[in-house]
């Protein structure tokens, strides 16, 4: 698992934005973001700097680029 702050997971992720990189989104049972990648690789990442709703606007923007969200 990675800490980090809001802006750098999204800089973090820029190379991924797409669907043929990342299979699926979550907030895995401890509240974590979690990407599971196409190659099997998962990344969990702990974002310190913001709050639930923040997440879900990342989520939703994730969603709308055609990135498979659970809820």
């Known amino acids: 698992m ?10 973090e992720l820029k190379p991924w934005l ?3 990189h990342i299979k699926e989104v979550f907030i895995d049972r401890n509240g ?20 639930k709703e923040q997440v879900e606007a990342v989520l939703l923007d994730l969603k709308e680029r055609g990135i ?3 809820a």
């Not at 990675?2 to 800089?11: G, S, W």
């Not at 974590?32 to 709050?51: E, P, Q, T, W």
Request: glycine share 2%.
């Open 18 to 20: 797409d669907n043929d």
């Open 32 to 51: 974590h973001l979690a990407l599971m990648f196409r190659d099997g690789m998962k990344n969990v990442y702990s974002i310190d700097d913001c709050n």
């Open 68 to 70: 498979p969200v659970q």
């Open 2 to 11: 990675k800490n980090c702050t809001l802006n750098d997971f999204m800089e």
